[in-house]
């Protein structure tokens, strides 16, 4: 093996970037969930520095591994399979702690898949400590499903651009913001990572209302051959109805139309959502943990 460089990351290595994330997805849990538009939104997003906020390590001119720190609070860091062991991971921890100080962070946090136990035990060895369980939520779909059942009253419409922007953020953020420990991301960030994102279009992104009142709002995404519900919220004020059932039934059949055959989720222990999707016949397919540690 050749010597081993580092340097920052740039906006052009979305598709290195992608390989070394996939095949670690592939390696430790049999599958890819990221795909290079996920790579690239985060990338564009305005508190992103690619200069302070990233580092990529090479062997020659192949990308190996690299860490990435995302304002306000989450890091991501992948090597290789290929390279593990040669203590490229201990040197991304350190790098990664340093940068999210410099960054103004309180803590470090990643999330880690339960089947890397290398990893889990290099963080747990640095002072991380398990904070709560992710899972991935998925249902393969054998026809179409019938409309969301939803309360007299409310309606399901597509997003409009330039109109529903702002206070599409405020309903999700005002619904993620009563999870423990939730850290928002500012509408800027939001926008470059939801409405910006590479495939985005406007009917994919669903909001529910009830009197010229939004509701809640959910955004599917395409990724590959199968659509994923990235973000499902409902107002405090409008719970209670199954709006949140009749969100992911409505995702369900959006995924069917657009000629997908398989809907999944990301999903924590703080939203106290898993019975819901449970009981819309989702199963888990994959399980994480998010490792803390206050800087």
Known sequence: ??????????????????????????????????????????????SFDFARHTLGVRDGAELVAFGAVILPRIIFVHVLPAHRGRGIGTRLLAWSEEAARAAGMDAAAQEVSDNDRVAIALLEAHGYEREWDSWTFVIVLEREPPPPLLPDGYALRAFVRGEDDRVVYDTIQRAFGEWPDYTGSQFEDWAATTLDRPGFEAELLSVCERDDEVAGALLLIEAGDECWIDQVAVAREHRGHGLGRALITHAFGQTWRRGARTCALGTDSRTGARGLYEHVGMHMRRSYGEYRKAL
Not at 8 to 37: R, S
């Open 1 to 46: 093996m050749s010597r081993l460089a580092e340097a920052p990351l740039e906006p052009g290595d979305a598709a290195a970037v992608t390989a070394v994330w996939q095949t670690c997805e592939i390696h430790d849990d049999g599958a890819p969930d990221f795909e290079e538009a996920d790579v690239v939104a985060f990338g564009q997003r305005p």
